[in-house]
């Protein structure tokens, strides 16, 4: 399991929609001579790739000064060792973006678990997606308030399905931050439009205290949380 961060010295990268990212990275992992297999992904092989808490500059427009990507598949950790941050470049004619990461600085983002790590402090690097039961959805389908149902079960329920293991984890989000919010703590985000129709997930910020046994811990650092994580939503970092 490995996660980097690749940080740009000035300025900040300019995309509309977050698959692109990963798009760029993939790129440079082939470079790094990581098998395309392993790219395309299956059944326990797993990765991601997303911007580090984006600012919107326009209604059409985000902006990230660093991207991240993780997984906890081996042979993708052991190509990630061998990257080149000027191969990190993805352009997308269609909606004009420019992913170009030459100059950036790789920075190792290790877990902070160590043998008896029970809980860590953490705040949202990118947006936690959960989608609603399909019986209570009508025009909504993701939660955008994380008081409206149980957390922990979802998160520890879709973590276990994609990793292949039971995953047990207790969400304590940070109810003071969250009440002292004026408005909502869930955000829109693009994503490639399907059918000509606008594609977008939404996620909510917030910090909190993630529980679990290191392993378990290991592997939400790893491998994120919630759904939609494939394309960069539910990582999160420590808090100071």
Known sequence: MFRIRLRRPTGGIRYTNVDVIKDAAANMLVSAGCPI?????G??????????SPRR???????????F??????VIASSMFRCAPEQMKKTQPATGEIIDMAGAEIIPDLDPVVPGTEFINAFALAPIAVSLPK??????????DVRDFDISSRISSALSKRIGK?????????????????STHSVDVDVKSIGGRRGYVIGMLFPFKIFGSPED????????????????FGFYGTAA
């Open 37 to 41: 297999e392993r790219i395309v992904g």
């Open 43 to 52: 059944p326990g092989v797993h990765w991601s790739a997303g911007p580090v």
């Open 57 to 67: 500059v326009s209604r059409l427009e985000r902006t990230a000064r660093e991207v």
């Open 69 to 74: 990507i993780s997984t906890t598949d081996p």
């Open 135 to 144: 019986d209570l959805r009508d025009s909504k389908r993701w939660y955008t």
């Open 166 to 182: 039971s995953v047990d984890l207790k969400v304590e989000p940070d109810m003071d931050y969250i009440r002292g919010r004026r």
């Open 217 to 232: 811990l290991k592997l939400s650092w790893y491998a994120g949380i919630g759904e939609k994580t494939r394309l960069g």
